[in-house]
């Protein structure tokens, strides 16, 4: 087990507790965190002034129709990736459509969108999740098999997560995979 920075640096007198849980750790790794911007290529500016973030940011656009509360919706998003210290942050900026993303942004403005978690078991991911009455929002599954799924615990603990199959897995049925063929 290794001590946290923040522990070493200002808490030494920390102890450490494990939670009694209902199965085991089935999330890998915490492999991005993603911030919703009003303005992506502001954003960019602030992040690569404010933070030294010298690229490259990779941009897409996303135009898709999806499944969101119910009924199918064209989504249209700009997208902005940049990876630092291992990590991947994705700057999402709704452009068209009802989205998570696009409700948040009219509720609260910019600030994190989610924290996404990837994991060889969604579906077992998901089953925890719903014992604690956190449910799916949205996601891709084509062929029935969960890719990505978005969980909203906003009413519990104030986060929105991300599930993702590894990227390796992916990789192997994007054939089928509509939303990497929409990117423009």
């Known amino acids: 087990m290794k001590t946290p920075p923040s522990v070493t640096a200002f808490f030494p007198d920390a102890k450490p ?10 999330v890998q790794e915490l492999n991005q965190i993603a911030i919703l911007v009003d303005d992506i290529d502001k954003a960019i500016a602030h992040f690569a002034e404010a933070l030294g973030w010298e690229g490259p940011f990779w941009i897409s656009e996303v135009e898709n129709d999806l499944e969101y509360k119910g009924k199918i919706v064209h989504v249209k998003i700009k997208l902005a990736f940049i990876e630092v ?9 709704p452009v068209e459509g ?7 942004l009219r509720a609260l403005g910019p600030g994190l969108s989610h924290l996404r978690f990837v994991t060889h078991d ?3 991911v998901l089953r925890q999740f719903s014992e ?9 599954a084509p062929d029935g098999r969960w890719v990505t799924v978005y969980v909203n615990s906003e009413h519990k603990f104030g986060i929105r997560y991300e599930l993702m199959l590894p990227e390796a897995e ?3 049925i994007s054939q089928s995979f509509d939303y990497l063929k929409s990117r423009k």
């Open 132 to 140: 604690s009455g956190i449910n799916p929002v949205f996601g891709y």
């Open 170 to 172: 992916i990789l192997k």
């Open 17 to 26: 507790y494990w939670p009694e849980t209902v199965g085991h750790n089935k």
């Open 85 to 93: 210290a291992g990590i991947e942050f994705e700057l999402i900026q």
């Open 98 to 104: 009802d989205t998570p993303q696009s409700e948040q």
């Open 122 to 124: 969604i579906d077992g």
